[in-house]
């Protein structure tokens, strides 16, 4: 096993949002309150360059607490999807 696997599951957020130069960080400030800092980010434009796709692995958070984050994330009015999963070590 590499030093670098992770050792709990790892939850994947897929965010489809508008590509304005506030959306990351107003997406990323979802995650602070539930003193959580992410894995991994990546952020892809699409369409155009009209949006971004962010890919947000978070290891070791719960169901609950990723049903919590993101369904805040749906009620911003940057985001227009959100996708969870959670991958097994």
């Given at each position: 096993?590499?030093?670098?696997?992770p050792?709990?599951?790892?939850?994947?957020?897929?965010?489809?949002?508008?590509?304005?130069?506030?959306?990351?960080?107003?997406?990323?400030?979802?995650?602070?309150?539930?003193?959580?800092?992410?894995?991994?980010?990546?952020?892809?434009?699409?369409?155009?360059?009209q949006?971004?796709?962010?890919?947000?692995?978070?290891?070791?958070?719960?169901?609950a607490r990723?049903?919590?984050?993101?369904?805040?994330?749906?009620?911003?009015?940057?985001?227009?999807q959100?996708?969870?999963?959670?991958?097994?070590?």
């Open positions: 096993m590499s030093a670098f696997a050792q709990h599951s790892v939850t994947r957020f897929s965010i489809h949002a508008e590509a304005g130069p506030s959306s990351l960080p107003r997406v990323l400030e979802y995650f602070t309150p539930h003193n959580v800092v992410p894995e991994g980010l990546t952020a892809i434009k699409v369409a155009g360059g949006m971004i796709h962010l890919m947000i692995d978070v290891a070791g958070i719960d169901a990723s049903a919590i984050i993101a369904e805040k994330l749906r009620q911003s009015v940057v985001v227009n959100v996708v969870v999963k959670c991958r097994r070590p």
